[in-house]
């Protein structure tokens, strides 16, 4: 499709079930290269980032067959750790690879990713992280090479509380040997959601959210069957459309305390919002006050993604 024709002046009005989060759903296809058994995510959204990470699964050897919206993974047969630069051009989170390939393979060789442009986000903080748990990196003609004949348990303090960054050294640490605890850890909600993920499948994590992950290595893990957190920037969009124009919308999957920050915002607005559990309804007369500085911060602030 080369261009959307949009016909305005319509007010929103009913109830949107929100999909996967795409933000979590990268990183649990990344996890699922950990294991020799079969993994099922259900759910997943119909969006480019999904289908690229996919295929990064397929070409280093997974078998990923998806009907409708759930996808099955089996990772047996995979055999290669190095990740395709056509893709990870494409993908920024194909840089999750890194700590997954390296648990599977003990090896690594990814390009510097790329996908997204909102800011220059560089993998520096992946990297050092990376180096803590033994793991010798070589950056040469834009790739980056990775091997450790052991990955061993550290402790990491991050310089800011990175959500891949986080989610990469989980990844890596998860069949490490020994302890890995990761301090100024990002506490978004993926966080927790990747966590759940990986103890389903036996990993032994705790603390995520709170700003301290601590890892302990376990040396297998196995097969989980997975319904993935819902989208609360997907959510958010939503509710700031209806609250331009007038609407009244209910979304449900989103709880208030994933999107606290924005709808603090909103009702600075002068929106009337209700939440209750995973439901939050929005009312908007469509004039809207003028709000406070909108600052983006980590989570619990204001979202990066939002400010689009």
């Given at each position: 499709?080369?261009?959307?024709?949009?016909?305005?002046?319509?007010?929103?009005?009913?109830?949107?079930?929100?999909?996967?989060?795409k933000?979590?759903?990268?990183?649990l296809?990344?996890?699922?290269?950990?294991?020799?058994?079969?993994?099922?995510?259900?759910?997943?959204?119909?969006?480019?980032?999904?289908?690229?990470?996919?295929?990064?699964?397929?070409?280093?050897?997974?078998?990923?067959?998806?009907?409708g919206?759930?996808i099955?993974i089996?990772?047996?047969?995979?055999?290669?750790?190095e990740?395709?630069?056509?893709?990870?051009?494409?993908?920024?989170?194909?840089?999750?690879?890194?700590g997954?390939?390296?648990?599977?393979?003990?090896?690594?060789?990814?390009?510097?990713?790329?996908?997204?442009?909102?800011?220059?986000?560089?993998?520096?903080l992946?990297?050092?992280?990376?180096?803590?748990?033994?793991?010798?990196?070589?950056?040469?003609?834009?790739?980056?090479?990775?091997?450790?004949?052991?990955?061993r348990?550290?402790?990491?303090?991050?310089?800011?509380?990175?959500?891949?960054a986080?989610?990469?050294?989980?990844?890596?640490?998860?069949?490490?040997e020994?302890?890995?605890?990761?301090?100024?850890?990002?506490?978004e909600?993926?966080?927790?959601?990747?966590?759940?993920?990986?103890?389903?499948?036996?990993?032994?994590?705790?603390?995520?959210?709170?700003g301290?992950?601590?890892?302990?290595?376990?040396k297998?893990?196995?097969?989980?069957?997975?319904?993935?957190?819902k989208?609360?920037i997907?959510?958010?969009?939503?509710?700031?459309?209806?609250?331009?124009?007038?609407?009244k919308?209910?979304?449900?999957?989103?709880?208030e305390?994933?999107?606290?920050?924005?709808?603090?915002?909103?009702?600075?607005?002068?929106?009337?919002?209700?939440?209750?559990g995973d439901?939050?309804?929005?009312?908007?007369?469509?004039?809207l006050?003028?709000?406070s500085?909108?600052?983006?911060?980590?989570?619990?602030?204001?979202?990066?993604?939002?400010?689009?």
């Amino acid at each position: 499709m080369d261009k959307f024709i949009v016909q305005g002046g319509l007010k929103l009005y009913g109830k949107v079930n929100i999909q996967a989060a795409k933000n979590a759903v990268l990183p649990l296809l990344a996890a699922s290269i950990l294991t020799d058994e079969r993994v099922t995510i259900r759910d997943l959204p119909f969006i480019s980032d999904v289908e690229n990470m996919i295929h990064i699964l397929r070409e280093l050897g997974c078998e990923a067959a998806r009907t409708g919206a759930d996808i099955v993974i089996d990772g047996k047969n995979a055999v290669s750790h190095e990740i395709p630069s056509t893709l990870t051009k494409e993908l920024r989170s194909s840089v999750f690879m890194l700590g997954s390939v390296l648990t599977r393979f003990h090896r690594a060789k990814i390009s510097y990713p790329g996908g997204c442009d909102i800011g220059l986000r560089p993998i520096d903080l992946h990297l050092s992280g990376l180096k803590r748990l033994g793991v010798t990196i070589i950056e040469e003609n834009g790739y980056v090479i990775c091997s450790a004949e052991k990955i061993r348990g550290a402790d990491i303090l991050l310089d800011f509380p990175s959500v891949g960054a986080t989610e990469n050294i989980i990844l890596a640490a998860v069949k490490a040997e020994g302890k890995t605890v990761i301090g100024n850890a990002a506490k978004e909600p993926e966080i927790i959601d990747l966590q759940n993920f990986l103890v389903g499948m036996g990993a032994k994590i705790s603390g995520a959210g709170s700003g301290t992950v601590t890892i302990e290595g376990v040396k297998e893990l196995h097969g989980v069957d997975y319904t993935p957190m819902k989208d609360r920037i997907e959510a958010g969009t939503f509710l700031i459309a209806a609250a331009m124009n007038g609407g009244k919308i209910e979304t449900e999957g989103v709880t208030e305390e994933n999107i606290a920050a924005l709808l603090h915002k909103l009702r600075e607005n002068g929106c009337k919002i209700t939440a209750k559990g995973d439901k939050i309804k929005l009312e908007s007369d469509g004039d809207l006050k003028t709000a406070s500085l909108v600052e983006t911060l980590p989570f619990p602030g204001f979202p990066t993604d939002m400010q689009a």
